[in-house]
């Protein structure tokens, strides 16, 4: 059986559809039951826990072959990151009781990065967990496809896309949430020792003037990509509730600079196959 955290969003949804068509057990980890309800008529058993908790998920690894843990997403996380700390500590607490038998762990582009910025959350999480007992994978992809989702109103309505990654013709690696599940699967259900980093990509890299151009190509009309000055992305953050923009904007700077990138040889980059025009088109569709 493998426990799947996560599983009510995008990638760890996209992992346990594939463990299921493989025939295989999956333990969905929900912190709320209700919201799993489909999950459990795929046949899926579910168990409640919390990823900051370690109690409840010390139970719900118990027994497993292999965990998935998808680190929550926290995007303005306070100075020294306490809320990636208590999952830190709760998600290797658990894993140390329970014992699975390998684990894999998604991780992101730029973990091994060494200045501070919201990616950090993750470094530190590969900190940790390579001090575990049994075989650990860290699958660190590019940027998500679907973070396009941003955009799909104003590329809709006014035909622009604001972009922070810059210049607007730099390509980056980025990748559909249905390739990271489908590799993430893949690697639970392989057999190795020790700990690995897998890297991965979708088919090609895709600059800001690619998704206006893929953007224009899904909605019949013309798109075009617009620089967002870094002058005012702090105080446009903040104009959006965040407190603490500099870890994010640290984020985008890496990305920009080029600090935050793969580190394997670029032919040990793992390819997937989602194309962003059918990650656009999806979102695009959903949007209506
Ligand atoms: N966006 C990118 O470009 C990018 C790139 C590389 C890596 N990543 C990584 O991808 C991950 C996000 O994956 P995603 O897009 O699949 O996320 P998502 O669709 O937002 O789903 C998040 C999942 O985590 C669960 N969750 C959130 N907080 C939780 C908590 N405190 N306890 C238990 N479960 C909790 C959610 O459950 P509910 O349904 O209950 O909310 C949901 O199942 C992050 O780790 C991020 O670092 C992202």
């Avoid at 973070?147 to 980025?174: C, T």
């Avoid at 013309?222 to 870890?247: H, I, N």
Wanted: include cysteine.
């Amino acid at each position: 059986m493998f426990a799947i955290t996560g599983i009510t969003g995008k990638v760890g949804g996209a992992v346990a559809r594939r463990l299921l068509a493989a025939g295989q057990p999956v333990r969905g980890v929900v912190r709320d039951v209700t919201r799993a309800g489909a999950w459990a008529e795929r046949g899926c058993e579910l168990a409640t826990a919390r990823m900051e908790d370690a109690s409840s998920l010390t139970a719900a690894f118990e027994g497993a072959k292999g965990v998935f843990i998808l680190p929550p997403s926290e995007f303005d996380p306070e100075p020294g990151f306490p809320g990636a700390r208590a999952v830190i500590d709760a998600v290797s607490t658990a894993i140390v009781k329970a014992r699975p038998e390998k684990v894999v762990c998604l991780s992101t582009i730029g973990a091994q990065a060494h200045e501070s910025n919201l990616l950090t959350q993750r470094t530190l999480m590969e900190q940790a967990l390579c001090e575990m007992p049994m075989p650990v994978t860290f699958l660190r992809p590019g940027w998500f496809m679907e973070n396009a989702a941003w955009d799909v109103a104003s590329a809709r309505d006014d035909g622009v896309i604001a972009s922070y990654l810059q210049p607007l013709d730099k390509p980056v690696p980025m990748v559909g949430t249905a390739d990271v599940g489908r590799v993430a699967a893949e690697l639970l259900q392989q057999t190795w020792s020790g700990v690995r980093v897998v890297e991965l990509e979708g088919p090609r890299r895709v600059s800001p003037n690619d998704l206006a151009s893929t953007f224009a190509r899904v909605l019949g009309r013309p798109v075009r990509a617009e620089v967002v000055d870094r002058q005012t992305w702090e105080a446009l953050f903040r104009s959006q509730g965040m407190k603490y923009p500099l870890p994010r904007m640290r984020m985008l700077d890496g990305f920009n600079e080029g600090w935050i990138d793969f580190e394997s040889n670029p032919d040990e980059i793992v390819r997937g196959d989602v194309e962003l025009d059918t990650v656009l088109g999806e979102l695009v569709s959903r949007s209506v």
